[in-house]
């Protein structure tokens, strides 16, 4: 017997996931793996055995109800209810299921952009073809990105790098303008900002706009307004360019030119694409530091406060001791 609980908050009135549950026969064993296929290819998550999860709309209902009507003419049988979260799993636990979904999705992208690299600067026969297929690869794992992965901006920024090689033009963006042109502005990042945002924010209160505001938003669908400007997010004025991480991709548009943020780009480089590209001896005690600043503050403006302190004590460290 299936038993569904339709639980309650009494803040959000409207149910924000939409749960599968289903039972499958034993045979054929074919099925089974059609309908796993079926889910994932639809960004579905598990978060029980076979209960699955999508975030609540329209098209979410219309997708899971293919799905049922799968289950049931393959012999199996399920349901589809509306949640809403109150004890147990948290509505920010399932989203992070989510986001390591779709980060491991990014991930194999990254690996196999990394892998063409070589063959983008030689112009390997059908090597556009290569690169076109992981642009669509990325788009069919961005379409269920519902909640903006941190991977997104990276994935994004090695294929605009490979297409810019590619059509031989440079992949780094322009020099934005003078520094005055970005005084008085708010910047707009995502929520639940980490390494690479908050060494930028620091970065450009550091040397940019002491009074520089910061606004956080959802990853995916922000519109911005008059005077904002977006790092590190999808379609921003400031993200990912190539392999260069938001924070490098500052420095170099707004000509930073100093040895101590060098070395601090480097850190938050080989932290925020997971690499160890630059290696340097301080970077893993720096991951450790900024990573339980993100366990300690759930609020944006605390972890930036947090953060600039750390980054300023190492802004100091390097400058100091000559990198």
């Not at 030689?122 to 090597?127: D, E, K, L, T």
């Not at 004025?237 to 392999?243: A, I, Y």
Request: with cysteine; hydrophobic share 45%.
């Amino acid at each position: 017997m299936i038993q569904v609980y339709h639980l309650m908050r009494m803040d959000r009135p409207d149910p924000r996931w939409l749960l599968l549950i289903h039972q499958l026969p034993p045979k054929p064993a074919y099925l089974r793996v059609k309908i796993w296929r079926r889910l994932q290819g639809l960004g579905a998550v598990s978060i029980k055995n076979t209960v699955y999860a999508l975030p609540a709309s329209e098209q979410a209902t219309e997708d899971l109800q293919w799905v049922l009507r799968e289950i049931v003419e393959g012999g199996g049988e399920g349901t589809i209810c509306e949640a809403r979260l109150v004890d147990g799993l948290s509505d920010e636990q399932v989203e992070s299921m989510f986001h390591a979904a779709r980060d491991a999705d990014y991930a194999r992208i990254a690996d196999d952009a990394r892998q063409l690299e070589a063959a983008v600067r030689g112009r390997s026969a059908g090597v556009a073809a290569d690169v076109a297929r992981l642009r669509r690869r990325f788009g069919d794992v961005a379409a269920i990105d519902f909640f903006g992965a941190p991977g997104r901006e990276a994935v994004d920024g090695l294929l605009t790098g490979l297409e810019a090689e590619m059509q031989g033009t440079t992949e780094t963006a322009a020099p934005f303008g003078s520094r005055a042109d970005l005084v008085g502005r708010t910047w707009v990042t995502r929520t639940g900002v980490r390494i690479d945002r908050i060494a930028s924010a620091w970065l450009i209160r550091r040397f940019i706009d002491a009074d520089a505001r910061f606004k956080f938003v959802p990853a995916k669908g922000y519109v911005p307004e008059p005077g904002e400007l977006r790092f590190d997010m999808f379609e921003a004025e400031f993200t990912h360019v190539g392999d260069r991480c938001t924070f490098e991709v500052l420095v170099e548009r707004l000509g930073v030119d100093d040895p101590a943020v060098r070395a601090i780009a480097e850190i938050v480089h080989d932290i925020d694409l997971k690499e160890s590209k630059f290696a340097r001896p301080e970077t893993t005690g720096v991951d450790h530091v900024v990573a339980g600043i993100a366990i300690a503050h759930d609020d944006d403006e605390a972890r930036l406060a947090r953060g600039a302190a750390v980054f300023g004590d190492l802004y100091e460290y390097f400058r100091r001791k000559g990198t």
